[in-house]
């Protein structure tokens, strides 16, 4: 293979790499915009119901599975074997604590932080952040009696009043976002659920909780991303210039020209003979 189909194959490859970057920055960019399905559609959750959480909305996007934090240890797939959605039933205390799809790549969704209780009362709080303008109603709910109560809503440890059942919020902003729970005279207290408010120019949320530092996990998947990059541009650069060293040499070699003299002459027998 002559160096000039080197160079050429070296230049496709490279720009197969970077195409491939690309591709993948923009399946993780999808993915944080996006958040696993819970149904019921609500955060916390009476010990023995069912919950489903599923990862099968992501469109155009394969491979991924459900996984599960639970009071920050080490994550697991929740779903045996590994898939892109799972039931648990009956759903205990223990799992309580954030659920996000991650795919093979180490891509991640937003993250949804569910609360089940041994306790009589649950606050039914929207799973997925709410969009900004949208009215939002929690109910405050009583294991044993279906019928509405009296109940006493908070948020972030302070009272908004003693309402009937439930409450509504007009038109929520930003300002909104926070710890919200509820309590019932004789029947006891919510969990505390974090009601998250996406913006209306969809900036991604990537985590239902209040801004934390990254884990080791996410810091990995960046400086493997940098690493991949820095090495495309290199290898890029590499081929530029030994690609343009090949071309400046073809060019002198061409410019360089062996001359001779050639002298004859004839013998009588009318034979040549070359000097």
Known sequence: MDVTSLCSRLMVAVMVLLVAQINQSHSAQNADRVFPRIT???????????????CEELMGLTGWRVMHRHKKTTNFNICTPPASSC??????????????????EG???????ISV???????????????????????????KFQSEHIA?????????????????????SKSDEGFYNCSIAGAGQSPESWLAIRK?????????????????????????????????????VLGFFLCQKHQASVGNNADEVTYAQVESFRRDNGSYKIY
Not at 87 to 104: K, L, M, N, V
Not at 120 to 133: H, N, T
Request: aromatic share 10%.
């Open 40 to 54: 019921p559609d609500r955060l916390q959750f009476f010990e023995y119901e069912t919950v489903h959480i599923s």
């Open 87 to 104: 039931t648990i039933q009956p759903a205990f205390e223990r799992h309580s604590g954030g659920y996000w799809c991650e795919d093979d």
């Open 107 to 113: 891509n991640t969704t937003g993250s949804i932080n």
């Open 117 to 143: 209780t041994a306790g009589s009362v649950i606050l039914e709080v929207p799973a997925r952040p709410v969009m900004e303008g949208s009215d939002v109603t929690l109910f405050c709910k009583n294991q």
């Open 152 to 172: 006493d809503f908070y948020k972030d440890g302070v009272s908004l009043g003693i309402v009937h059942g439930h409450m509504t919020i007009k038109n929520v």
């Open 200 to 236: 209306k120019k969809n900036e991604p949320d990537k985590e239902i909780q209040p801004p934390q530092k990254h884990s080791p996990h996410h810091s990995t998947i960046l400086w493997i991303a940098v690493s991949i990059s820095l090495t495309v541009i290199f290898l890029f």
